[in-house]
């Protein structure tokens, strides 16, 4: 077993009246721009505002998803996976990846498999998440061709529990949804959050990988959201965020 660890919107007018303040009161903001949104400002309402307006994003993105149809969507998982490996090419001949954790194709997901066997070719350890405990980060057991395979959580295909744990230094999301400052929209069960909040220090590199149809200006980030890295769809490399 190989584990590996790694350690907008447009501005309110900032012409000042006096050193120091905004021509209008930052509580002014949402009626300068409509799609504002402050999330160290989160009260109840608006939480619950956001996780409505999630909830019929994510309905709307999957069922489009869907409507794509095997074709298009399997051309997009070519054109994901070429992309995927020239972003990933420089780390692996720098030994900065050792580990990558992939993901399981469900829900009409473009389907990224055939990356994992260019991995293990070039000398790189795969695994997969599983959830073992509800409502807890996400634990990565080991994934090779030979590996047995058993239904997970939501009915997932995922490596058998005598499979090795594994510490991801790269981890592979996948996006419902997305948008240019690097924010995820998942399926709604928070697991990806919670697994890089424990993460701490030693967090993943984590890319997300979705299709280019899933942009969205804003998903209005929550304090619990944490940000990608990286953003990959099938039209190339979106934008990095790591320091």
Not at 45 to 64: C, I, M, S, Y
Not at 99 to 121: G, H, Q, T
């Amino acid at each position: 077993m190989t584990s590996c660890s790694r350690n907008s919107n447009e501005p309110v007018n900032e012409t000042p009246d006096t050193e120091g303040r905004y021509a209008s009161p930052p509580c002014m903001a949402q009626e300068i721009a409509p799609d504002y949104f402050d999330p160290l400002g989160v009260d109840p309402e608006q939480a619950r505002d956001v996780a409505r307006w999630r909830k019929a994003e994510r309905t709307r993105l999957l069922d489009a998803r869907r409507e794509l149809g095997v074709e298009t969507l399997r051309a997009s998982g070519t054109a994901l996976i070429g992309h995927l490996m020239d972003f990933l090419e420089p780390r692996i001949a720098a030994s900065q990846v050792r580990l990558v954790s992939a993901y399981w194709p469900i829900k009409s997901e473009p389907d990224l498999r055939p990356l994992l066997d260019m991995l293990i070719e070039r000398g790189i350890d795969v695994c997969l998440p599983l959830v073992e405990t509800l409502k807890a980060p996400l634990v990565f057991r080991r994934w090779t061709r030979d590996t047995k395979m058993v239904r997970g959580h939501w009915n997932i295909p995922v490596p058998s529990p005598d499979a090795p744990v594994c510490q991801p230094d790269l981890m592979l999301s996948p996006l419902v949804g997305w948008d240019k400052a690097g924010y995820r929209l998942g399926y709604g069960g928070g697991y990806f959050d919670r697994t890089l909040e424990a993460a701490a220090a030693s967090r993943p590199f984590v890319i997300g990988v979705g299709l280019q149809s899933a942009e969205l200006p804003t998903i209005f980030p929550q304090p619990h959201d944490i940000g990608m890295d990286a953003i990959v769809t099938e039209a190339g490399l979106q934008g990095t965020w790591s320091k």
